[in-house]
């Protein structure tokens, strides 16, 4: 089955499209495009967005946690206002994961290297606080499993033997 589209939308998608990333290219000089898939045009990137997002949020996959900081700016256009994100760059950060230790069949919780992390990508104190609180909710939704503590930081490694 094919897709068809009336030409009329098709220029006022490729003009708007063009509008935003001409817009996104004065706002943030140094803004990178991202794909995926098939070329597919997914978002945008910039290290500047690291020391000046303005929200981030928390991608919970399989057994893995990350963080992904972005910034949202109004794009006015034909008399509408809408919103594009710009990503930080490298636009997701993993906090915490799982890996099975197939000899001893036991889950273990690894941790990244979260402070050296955020200081390098230069993300501010509050990420990294609600960073913390989201790897304390990881452990607790697997409260059997083994905690390797090769980078865990003191701060959580407290936090943890108080509970």
Do not use: W
């Not at 967005?49 to 929200?55: E, Q």
């Amino acid at each position: 089955m094919q897709n068809k589209k009336d030409i009329d939308g098709v220029i006022y998608d490729l003009e708007k499209s063009l509008a935003i990333h001409n817009f996104v290219k004065n706002t943030i000089p140094d803004v990178k495009v991202f794909y995926l898939k098939r070329n597919k045009f997914q978002g945008f990137i910039s290290r500047h967005v690291n020391l000046h997002y303005t929200n981030f949020e928390f991608l919970d996959r399989y057994q893995k946690v990350y963080v992904l900081p972005y910034m949202e700016l109004d794009f006015p256009y034909k008399d509408t206002l809408e919103k594009v994100r710009i990503y930080s760059s490298p636009r997701v950060n993993r906090l915490v994961y799982i890996k099975y230790n197939y000899s001893k069949k036991k889950q273990i919780i690894c941790f990244s290297r979260l402070s050296i992390n955020m200081k390098n990508n230069k993300f501010k104190l509050d990420m990294l606080n609600a960073c913390r609180l989201k790897i304390l909710d990881f452990i607790k939704q697997y409260p059997n499993a083994d905690l390797d503590q090769t980078h865990l930081e003191p701060r959580l490694q407290k936090l943890l033997a108080l509970t």
